[in-house]
């Protein structure tokens, strides 16, 4: 089981990323998709959810309007288009996978490595 979080690196404020999560080793078309992010010295916190056949999404007050939570099940992959960025976005993002849509972090059942987004002013 395995998912990789890829696309970061950095880019100056108001620019755009697009993160992509890829999974395997287990049935990515029966999971929802939660990205989190955790920048130093805070708490991890999510950022945006999809349900497993990409139909319903979410995004937190923060970014929403800004980025955009997408999926590709015939490719195992999610994604998290990032625009307009800001300083204070630079975290490390993870990608996670639950069976349940919206549920607790805890209740994610698998997590990604992360990768590092640093938007600089």
């Known amino acids: 089981v395995q998912l990789q979080a890829s696309g970061g690196g950095l880019v100056q404020a108001g620019g755009s990323l697009r993160l992509s999560c890829a999974a395997s080793?287990?049935?990515?078309?029966?999971?929802?998709i939660g990205w989190f992010r955790q920048a130093p010295g805070k708490e991890r916190e999510g950022v945006a959810y999809i349900s497993s056949s990409g139909g319903t999404t979410y995004l937190e007050d923060f970014v929403r309007g800004r980025f955009t939570i997408s999926r590709d099940n015939a490719k195992n992959t999610a994604y998290l288009q990032m625009n307009s960025l800001k300083p204070e976005d630079t975290a490390v993002y993870y990608c996670?996978?639950?069976?349940?849509?919206?549920?607790?972090?805890?209740?994610?059942?698998?997590w990604g490595q992360g990768t590092l987004v640093t938007v600089s002013s």
């Open positions: 080793g287990f049935a990515f078309d029966y999971y929802a």
């Open positions: 996670a996978a639950s069976l349940g849509y919206l549920v607790p972090d805890n209740d994610y059942e698998h």
